[in-house]
Each structure stands twice: as structure tokens, then as C-alpha cells.
């Protein structure tokens, strides 16, 4: 079992930068693939960015490559995704996820999900 909490979530200016964590409890973080989605309202969720289980492998959408990083450090059990050149756009309730295993991934299918963290972007 895996439980996942997000933090640093806010209201922040277009151009501005925001960094979310997500802690981890349980022995599985560091064989889990992490993944970060976000919805925004009216809209479906959608994949963000994701990390396989050492942080050798990420991959991300192509509405925030360049933009976004997704880091890991197992050590502390936490997730990062360290957002910049923020855009309105980019408002949404952003949730971790936690997918056991030595793959990436892209798709919904994962085990264990956080509560989320709303990012506001004001133009």
C-alpha cells in the first residue's frame, strides 16, 4: 500500500514558477514508476509528466516539455515537479500517482493516487 500527499500547490502570475512534491509512505515508493496528472474543471485528466523507479527514465506531455522537470529522490520518498514559465492554461488540481513496477508511464493506469493540489496561473 502506498499512500501519496501533495504539497506546494497555489496561485501564482503567468511567467511565474510553482514546485509540487508528493510524499510517499510505504516500502514500495522506490519500485514504483510515479506519475503526475492534472484536470482541470470541465475537462477529463490528463498525463503531465512521469519518472520510473531510479529517475533514470521521464517522459512528459508535449504541452509541457521544456517547461516542467519530474525528479525524484528515493532517499526521502518524494516526487517533484518542478514547474516554470507557467501559463494560464496550465490551471488545473494536480495529482501524483504511484504505479508498482520498473517501467514508465504514460497511461491512468495506476494503483495509488493522491488528494491533488489545485495550481491556479492568473494571467
Known amino acids: 500500500q502506498v499512500q501519496l500527499v501533495e504539497s506546494g500547490g497555489g496561485l501564482v502570475q503567468a511567467g511565474g514558477s510553482l514546485r509540487l512534491s508528493c510524499a510517499a509512505s510505504?516500502?514500495?515508493?522506490?519500485?514504483?514508476?510515479m506519475g503526475w496528472f492534472r484536470q482541470a474543471p470541465g475537462k477529463e485528466r490528463e498525463f503531465v509528466a512521469a519518472?520510473?523507479?531510479?529517475?533514470?527514465?521521464?517522459t512528459y506531455a508535449d504541452s509541457v516539455r521544456v517547461r516542467f522537470t519530474i525528479s525524484r529522490d528515493n532517499a526521502k520518498n518524494t516526487v517533484y515537479l518542478q514547474m516554470n514559465s507557467l501559463k494560464p492554461d496550465d490551471t488545473a488540481v494536480y495529482y501524483c500517482?504511484?504505479?508498482?513496477?520498473?517501467?514508465?508511464?504514460?497511461?491512468?493506469?495506476?494503483?495509488?493516487w493522491g488528494q491533488g493540489t489545485q495550481v491556479t496561473v492568473s494571467s
Open positions: 500517482a504511484a504505479r508498482p513496477g520498473l517501467g514508465i508511464y504514460r497511461d491512468n493506469g495506476y494503483d495509488y
Open positions: 510505504g516500502r514500495t515508493f522506490s519500485r514504483s514508476a
Open positions: 519518472i520510473n523507479w531510479s529517475g533514470g527514465s521521464t
